[in-house]
Every structure is written in structure tokens, then in C-alpha cells.
């Protein structure tokens, strides 16, 4: 088995933005092209160009968005109950 090196913790904060942009950017561009162009070799050419716009617009996006929405989901939602208490 290969052993992978994972990252030190403190770089979840970009880490985490990175993958949900990367992921959430790929299904919703992928929709949004197919929607527009049909499953046509238009969509293979257009698609990348689309992802990597939407991409580059997501993840600064979500960079300066995550901690106020992290305030808002706190407000939201109770906090977990610890055991013993």
C-alpha cells in the first residue's frame, strides 16, 4: 500500500474551499454546458473553459464567504451536546 502524506491541519481553511469549489464548480458547469450545448462535441470543447472560469470566480468567493457563513450556520443550528453534561 502507498502511504500518502497528508497536509498539517492548518491548511484545512484553504484546503476545504479548494476541494468544495473544485467539486460544486464541475457538477454545475457541467450542467449548466450540457443544458446549453446538448451532449455534443461543442460541450467536450466548451466545458473546461466554463469550469475553470467559474472556478476562478468560486474559490476566492468562497475564501471570503466561509467564515460568515460559519457565523450564520452557528446561529442556526445548536451546538452539539457533549457527553456527560
Known sequence: MIAVRKLPARYAPIVMPFVLSTLMTAVV????????????????????GAWGLSWLVAFP????????????????VAAPS???R
Open 29 to 48: 458547469s457541467v450542467i449548466s454546458t450540457l443544458r446549453s450545448l446538448g451532449p455534443t462535441p461543442a460541450f467536450l470543447a466548451t466545458w473546461p
Open 82 to 84: 457533549q457527553p456527560g
Open 61 to 76: 468567493t468562497l475564501l471570503m464567504v466561509l467564515p460568515l457563513v460559519r457565523r450564520i450556520v452557528a446561529c442556526v
